[in-house]
Nanobody
Framework: VQLQVSGGGLVQPGGSLRLSCTVS????????MGWYRQAPGKQRESVAT???????NYEESVLGRVTISRDNTKNMVSLEMNSLKPEDAGAYYC???????????WGQGTLVTVSS
């Protein structure tokens, strides 16, 4: 199973970014998906998750600013981030969890920098 991440980059405070993660090598609909963030010197933490049937959950600090979505026809999960703050910065990782086998997979990190 491979997770290919795209997006990220440098954005000014208040700006927007979209991250995407495409899954290959398995049946996408078998997976709960999520995005995690790791800031320098800190542990990796969940930002948002979406279940197989499209139900999203969000870390409290991003509520109302971030939307996670999945497209099972494209094997893709996306994270739309708006009104970005400096504290949103970090390496963002895509995560897949197979609901049947409990196997978990990570994509490569993509760096989000929020700075003026």
């Amino acid at each position: 199973v491979q997770l290919q991440v795209s997006g990220g980059g440098l954005v000014q405070p208040g700006g927007s970014l979209r991250l995407s993660c495409t899954v290959s090598g398995s049946i996408f609909s078998f997976y709960n998906m999520g995005w995690y963030r790791q800031a320098p010197g800190k542990q990796r933490e969940s930002v948002a998750t979406v279940s197989r049937d499209g139900i999203g959950n969000y870390e409290e600090s991003v509520l109302g600013r971030v939307t996670i979505s999945r497209d099972n026809t494209k094997n893709m999960v996306s994270l739309e981030m708006n009104s970005l703050k400096p504290e949103d910065a970090g390496a963002y990782y895509c995560h897949a969890s197979n609901v049947f086998t409990r196997m978990e997979y990570w994509g490569q990190g993509t760096l989000v920098t929020v700075s003026s």
